[in-house]
């Protein structure tokens, strides 16, 4: 029975929620398999039961599943560990695969790693301001200077992006592996599966997310202008697919809002964000009047060194 460790680094635990969500696939691939390490299930001492192990310890197991990206000291210890451990380890979740929206905090002017670390441990509501356990370094591990994706620091041997993932994805990924074969998981855009009446034609202008797109609620989602036509700007264009599972609609879209970019970007895109200029052109929308191009175009890649050297700023 193939043993399988999962590990949180810096998650929003939805992503675990997603994996428990399965469902019925989950209860058909549990007497398959033998979970020996999984903090959102059960404690597991890193230390050992007494604490007196030298170094932080995973159980030996065959795949590995990892959500949430690397935000400080521990979460890459932890990683490590996990690499080392195991035969073959997944990325879980956008956070694991581009970093996903924690990626944020280290845009231009938005604070970095010292701007996390005192809102969350000095400044925040929920800390006792200046005076607590967590206000001192004593028991807060190092920040490092930016948060970064998993395959920054170890391979990755399958990337399952989502925000969280569908759990049609998250059954293919453990089933492909348990039978030894391919995961055969989305690789095209959002847009090659939206419903959405394409017209070619807009008015060109942008409009914000707060304003409602035109649609009639009792007409099914073909019957609805594209959104980015619509002058929204959505992220259909350069976002993976699969947010709907194998057989829905993007999820976004089927609520008649504009793609925000959770899944990530398609992998096979050299440039994401030169294809979306052009996408916005296409629409008739001049992509230089785009306000705060970074958190639109970067909201979920921001920690992935790559896509975030591709910017356009
Ligand atoms: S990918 Fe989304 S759901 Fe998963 S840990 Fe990150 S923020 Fe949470
Ligand atoms: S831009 Fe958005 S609304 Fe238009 S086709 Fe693509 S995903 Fe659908
Ligand atoms: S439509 Fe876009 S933002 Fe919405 S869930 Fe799907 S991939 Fe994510």
């Not at 019925?24 to 604490?51: C, M, R, S, T």
């Not at 890459?76 to 956008?94: H, S």
């Not at 759990?167 to 995961?183: T, Y």
Request: glycine share 12%; hydrophobic share 40%; net charge neutral.
């Amino acid at each position: 029975m193939p043993a399988i460790a999962e590990e949180w680094l810096n998650s929003c635990a939805g992503c675990e929620i997603a994996l428990l969500d399965l469902g019925e696939p989950l209860l058909d691939l549990l007497p398959q398999l033998e979970f020996v390490h999984i903090p959102v299930l059960a404690d597991n001492k890193y230390f050992g039961p007494l604490g007196r192990r030298k170094r932080l310890s995973i159980p030996r197991a065959v795949v590995g599943i990892v959500s949430g990206g690397v935000r400080n000291s521990e979460h890459l210890e932890v990683l490590r560990e996990m690499r080392r451990q195991v035969d073959v380890l997944v990325a879980l979740g956008t956070c694991a695969v581009t970093g996903g929206l924690p990626g944020l905090a280290d845009l231009p002017g938005q604070g970095g790693a010292e701007g996390v670390r005192d809102f969350v441990f000095r400044q925040s509501p929920s800390t006792v301001s200046g005076s607590g356990p967590q206000a001192g370094n004593e028991y807060v591990p190092d920040m490092l200077p930016r948060c970064t994706c998993l395959a920054e620091h170890v391979k990755v041997d399958l990337a399952v992006p989502g925000c969280p993932p569908h759990p049609d994805w998250i059954a293919e990924a453990v089933l492909s592996l348990l039978e030894g074969r391919p995961a055969v998981l989305p690789d095209r855009s959002v847009c090659s599966i939206c419903p959405t009446r394409r017209t070619g034609s807009g008015d060109g202008r942008i409009r914000r997310m707060l304003e409602q797109p035109v649609y009639d609620p009792d007409k099914p989602l073909s019957e609805m202008q594209c959104l980015l036509e619509q002058g929204f700007l959505c992220l259909g264009p350069v976002t993976l697919a699969g947010c709907g599972g194998r057989t829905g609609a993007p999820r976004c879209i089927a609520g008649r809002t504009p793609c925000r970019g959770c899944q990530g970007p398609v992998p096979h895109m050299a440039m994401p964000f030169a294809d979306y200029m052009g996408a916005l052109a296409a629409a008739g929308i001049d992509g230089t009047a785009m306000i705060d191009k970074p958190g639109c175009l970067s909201r979920f890649n921001a920690a992935h060194r790559l896509l975030q050297n591709l910017e356009v700023r």
